[in-house]
Antibody, heavy 120, light 107 residues
Framework: EVQLVESGGGLVQTGGSLRLSCAAS????????MHWVRQVPGRGLVWVSR????????TYADSENGRFTISRDNAKNTLYLQMNSLRPEDTGVYYC?????????????WGQGALVTVSS | DIQMTQSPSSLSASVGDRVTITCRAS??????LNWYQQKPGKAPKLLMF???SLQSGVPSRFSGSGSGTDFTLTISSLQPEDFATYYC?????????FGQGTKLDIK
């Protein structure tokens, strides 16, 4: 069974930093691109970042570019999101998401989410 | 960025009804369109990918169609477990963007 388990969320002040981790199991982690997606409670979904299977290529949404860093450790089956210079608008539930191997990009497995709250 | 617009934003229906949700992209995205279902307190679940391909394990009462800018998700006969919020998402180009969601509730 595919499992994605996020950790590292919490309450932080504006300008602070957090690092999210996502422990993956039940599949060959090193073959999948991975993503982070944010959801503001009661609101919609926002794609944050992606990383290719070997970690050599990364892409970010404009609002996160330069502040967030996505990375992975395939030996530990773990995905990371380092978040710096946090702003209140970064508040939300952050999901670790697996990219399907079938067809174009689609998000076929999701973690339970990690809540990040940035206070002003 | 590609904007995705869903309609309606909310919908009331009864068990057994046929329901259609539409999604429009601000520019052509070929068939790079996915649909997700989200229930309260849960992560989204992939239903359809590449506009019309059914994700493994998803009931066949769900179907998708469209290409270019206009897409639809149809549920042929609503079941109690289908009452949820549905999102479309384009994977044509980063940043990948989602529609605002369609909340489907019981009439």
């Amino acid at each position: 069974e595919v499992q994605l388990v996020e950790s590292g969320g919490g309450l932080v002040q504006t300008g602070g930093s957090l690092r999210l981790s996502c422990a993956a199991s039940g599949f060959t982690f090193s073959t999948h691109w991975m993503h982070w997606v944010r959801q503001v409670p009661g609101r919609g979904l926002v794609w944050v970042s992606r990383i290719n299977s070997d970690g050599s290529r990364t892409t970010y949404a404009d609002s996160e570019n330069g502040r967030f860093t996505i990375s992975r450790d395939n030996a530990k089956n773990t995905l990371y999101l380092q978040m710096n210079s946090l702003r209140p608008e970064d508040t939300g539930v952050y999901y670790c998401v697996r990219d399907s191997l079938v067809g174009a990009t689609s998000f076929d497995s999701w973690g339970q989410g990690a809540l990040v709250t940035v206070s002003s | 960025d590609i904007q995705m617009t869903q309609s309606p934003s909310s919908l009331s229906a009864s068990v057994g009804d046929r329901v259609t949700i539409t999604c429009r992209a601000s520019q052509g995205i070929s068939i790079y369109l996915n649909w997700y279902q989200q229930k309260p307190g849960k992560a989204p679940k992939l239903l359809m990918f590449s506009a019309s391909s059914l994700q493994s394990g998803v009931p066949s009462r769900f179907s998708g169609s469209g290409s270019g800018t206009d897409f639809t998700l149809t549920i042929s006969s609503l079941q109690p477990e289908d009452f949820a919020t549905y999102y479309c998402q384009q994977s044509f180009h980063t940043p990948y963007t989602f529609g605002q969601g369609t909340k489907l509730d019981i009439k």
